[in-house]
């Protein structure tokens, strides 16, 4: 099983990034993907995620509005669009799958973890 994230950078404030999580060794259609991330010294947070099966989309209240969470299933990859990015969304983003497939008010028990990928937003 891997979780491969990319995209991750270096941005200015206002600006925008979008990351990527590839997903390999399970069966992604049964699956809820999703993002948390951990800012220094912070609790890791859980800020988006998606029903691959019926596309239920969830976002925290700090990222609604300024982050799209998608997913291309022909590919076994989520994409998480930032947009309006702010100096406290630097952080450590990881992809996450849960494997109830559910996604209604967050994620569950996390079955698996990508390594995660650099954010950091420049003021």
């Known amino acids: 099983v891997q979780l491969v994230e990319s995209g991750g950078g270096l941005v200015q404030a206002g600006g925008s990034l979008r990351l990527s999580c590839a997903a390999s060794g399970f069966t992604f259609e049964e699956y809820a993907i999703g993002w948390f991330r951990q800012g220094p010294g912070e609790e890791r947070e859980a800020i988006s995620c998606i029903s691959i099966a019926d596309g239920i989309i969830y976002y925290s209240d700090s990222v609604k509005g300024r982050f799209t969470i998608s997913s291309d299933n022909a590919k076994n990859t989520v994409h998480l669009e930032m947009t309006s990015l702010k100096p406290e969304d630097t952080a450590t983003y990881y992809c996450?799958?849960?494997?109830?497939?559910?996604?209604?008010?967050?994620?569950?028990?996390?079955?698996?973890w990508g390594r995660g990928t650099q954010v950091t937003v420049s003021s």
């Open positions: 996450a799958a849960e494997g109830t497939g559910w996604c209604g008010g967050g994620m569950g028990v996390v079955d698996y």
